[in-house]
Structures are given as structure tokens and as C-alpha cells.
């Protein structure tokens, strides 16, 4: 892997990495105070003012389809205010959605070369490998050294350490599927043996971090990214052979109580989290039904649940990204979701289509494989665990865009 700095460093890319970093280091997690002044916010702005400012001097901005569904999805959002009971709770989710949707746009912007992506990706896959190196070294000490929350810690798995969508099991098992994949991808992509290497470090580290979650989720999600590599693979039955080498390992490496947690799909009516979830998108179907048009307003799924089961455990979300964009921003914002990942899939499929005509890198193309692996496994687990307002939608599309647009320099990677 190569790196020429004179294409890649810059005050745009630079922004860029730091609001990364700050994002997925958990920065206003570890110093509350960074939070209170919307650091985050703050950064996305200064790149997003950079970013101007190339426009300025004459950079072409770039915008594809997907990206103008997010301005439409905002423009839902705001629609759904006329439900809103809780402003403060509605602009916090709001905001969220506006950094993201930025963080997305400025991805696809700022990302002006192959070496810039290989950059941004690996400072990505560098920080997510922090995270599980701490929470498998975290777990193992605690199972080894803590008989008396032994099978607490096994049975409800241990997150990222933090607050906010690192830091119970279940997300941070999401942030885990969603990043095996470039992993993967790279280092089928890689000639460098070391850097082979060092890749298939990290996608093992990834892989124990998910079996560490307990996450039923998370299982499926790696079980689907799987499924997709064989299916997309040449040597399908090498593949075939292989991925059920990797399952009988990973089920091995498992522990009991994690098994069990899957045993109990068959007997789904015992099972408290499969029945509290069945509740809660029955729930979240009625406010469909009654609130078509705007839902009942962005963030409040929780409190509309509250009042129409008043007595009855409060719940903040679906546990479903689709029942929540359609419960809190009506059928229109469910549609306009299901038509953006539509277009990131399509997005990538398109630079899929330029490398069979060999005029596309290489690495693009991988690149692309590897995001909608990202995303299926994305889906998968956003089935079962509210990720809508995460950042990792919004950096598979923005990293989808930024390879898209490359595509068209045709530049060696």
C-alpha cells in the first residue's frame, strides 16, 4: 500500500478524518463538555466550510441521486414536526440526522482520489479495531476474573464502553458487521502479504467482537455478509467449503449461553426479547395506520408508545429501522428510506458494471462489494436493533457516492 502525500493531504481531508475520529473515538463520551458544545456539529460545519470554499475557487460539486433523497428525507422530517408533543426531543433526533446527512455529503465530496479512500478507510478500520481489541480483552478479564457477573456478562454480551451507539452489546455488535466487510474485501484486494495480513488480523478481531456482543442480530448480520461473498464469489463451492469452515469455527469459539439464545428461536413465544420486540412493531404498525401522512413525529416513537400502553414498560424504540422512519415520519419517509438504500446499492452495482468494461481501478470495484455487504449487513441487524440515526448508514452512502464519483477518473489505485 502505497501513499503519495502530495494527494492526499489536505485541509479538507484533514477536517474530514478529525470529525471520523472524533465520531467513532467517542470523544464527547470520554469529555462530556466536547458534547455540550456540539464539537461534532462543529467540525461537520468547519468541513462543510471547506468544502465552500473549494467551490469557490472553482472545485465541481458533486451530488447524485441518493444524496437528493436525503434532502427530501430532511424535508419529511420537518413534516413530522406538526406531531411533535416534545420539541427537544425532535431537534436532538433532527440534528442528528442533519450531521450525519452532512458527514455523508462531505464523504462523497472531500474523497478526491483512491488514495484518499484507502486513507479514510483505514483510519476507519484502525479506530473500530481499537474498540474490539478493548472490549476482547475486556470481556475475557471479566469472564476469567468475575465469577459473580460470569453469566451476566456471557448472556447480555459487552458493548464499546461508551455511551451512544458504541456502547450497549447489540450496537456496537452493528458497528462490527458493518466494518468485516472492508476488512475482508482489502485484503482479498491487497498484493502486499503483510498488509493481507494485517486485514485478516482485523476481521478476526471483528468476528470475536460480534461473538462477544451475544448479539442474535449481529450473528445474522456476519451469516448474511457471508452468504453474500459465496454467492458473489468465482469458486463458489470453495467459498461455499470455506464460509462453512469459518461458521463451524465462530459456533465453536461460542459460548453455551450464546447458542441457546439462538435455540430459542424455535420456541420464539418464551422468549421475552422476541415477544417484547413482536409488541413493539405491532405498535409501531398502528401508528403507521393512524398516522400515515407525518407519523407521530421524529424521536417520539417511545412517548407514543408510553400512551397508548400506559402501565406497561416504556420502550424509547422499535427495535426495527423501518417500523421507526415509518411510525415517526409516515409512509412517505419509510418510502423515501427504502428508495435510498435502493440507490446505494444501485450506485454501486453501476462501478460494478464500468470494472466488467475495464474502465474503472480495480479497487473501486472491491471497494463497492464491499459496501453492499456493508449494507446488507446493515439491514440485517437494523431489523432487529434501531440504528436509523447512526452514523453508519450515512458513511456507507457517503462512501458509496465518493466511489461512484471516482469511477469516473479511472485513476490507478
Partial sequence: MNFD??????????????????????????????????????????????????????????????????????????????????????????????????????????????KQLKVFLLVYLLLLLKLSVWQIRSYDYHVLQNEVFRDLLIERGLGGGFTGFLGNAGDF?????????????????????????????????????????????????????????????????????????CLVVIWGVSSDIYKNRFYSIQSYEKDENIVTRLDLWRAGLGMIAKEPLAGVGIGHFGMAYAGE????????????????????????????????????FKSNNGVRNALKNDSVPACLGSVSKALDASLLGFLITGFFITTLY???????????????????EKESC
Fill in 5 to 114: 502525500s502530495r494527494k492526499i493531504f489536505n485541509i479538507h481531508f484533514f477536517l474530514l478524518l478529525f470529525f471520523l475520529i472524533t465520531e467513532y473515538s467517542r470523544l464527547t463520551a470520554m469529555f462530556p463538555f466536547l458534547g455540550e458544545i456540539q464539537f461534532g456539529m462543529i467540525i461537520t460545519l468547519l468541513a462543510g466550510g471547506s468544502l465552500i470554499f473549494r467551490i469557490g475557487v472553482g472545485k465541481k460539486l458533486y451530488v447524485d441521486k441518493v444524496h437528493y433523497l436525503l434532502g427530501i428525507y430532511l424535508l419529511v422530517i420537518f413534516l413530522s414536526w406538526v406531531n411533535v408533543s416534545n420539541t427537544q426531543v425532535a431537534w436532538i433526533h433532527t440534528k442528528l440526522f442533519i450531521n450525519y446527512a452532512l458527514f455523508s455529503f462531505l464523504i462523497m465530496n472531500i474523497i478526491d482520489n483512491e
Fill in 390 to 408: 447512526y452514523p453508519h448508514l450515512y458513511l456507507i452512502s457517503g462512501l458509496s457516492g465518493a466511489v461512484h464519483k471516482l469511477s469516473a
Fill in 309 to 344: 400502553h400506559p402501565g406497561e414498560r416504556s420502550a424509547l424504540a422499535p427495535h426495527n429501522i423501518f417500523i421507526q422512519a415509518g411510525s415517526e415520519l409516515g409512509v412517505i419517509g419509510l418510502g423515501i428510506l427504502v428508495l435510498f438504500i435502493i440507490g446505494i
Fill in 173 to 245: 455488535g452493528v458497528a462490527m458487521v458493518v466494518t468485516i466487510p472492508f476488512a475482508l474485501y482489502w485484503m482479498a484486494f491487497e498484493k502486499n502479504m503483510v498488509w493481507k495480513f494485517i486485514y485478516s488480523l482485523m476481521a478476526l478481531s471483528f468476528v470475536l467482537s460480534i461473538v462477544h456482543t451475544s448479539s442474535r442480530a449481529s450473528g445474522l448480520g456476519l451469516l448474511g455478509i457471508l452468504a453474500l461473498i459465496i454467492v458473489r464469489g468465482k469458486r463458489k463451492l470453495l467459498g461455499l467449503v470455506l464460509g462453512m469452515a
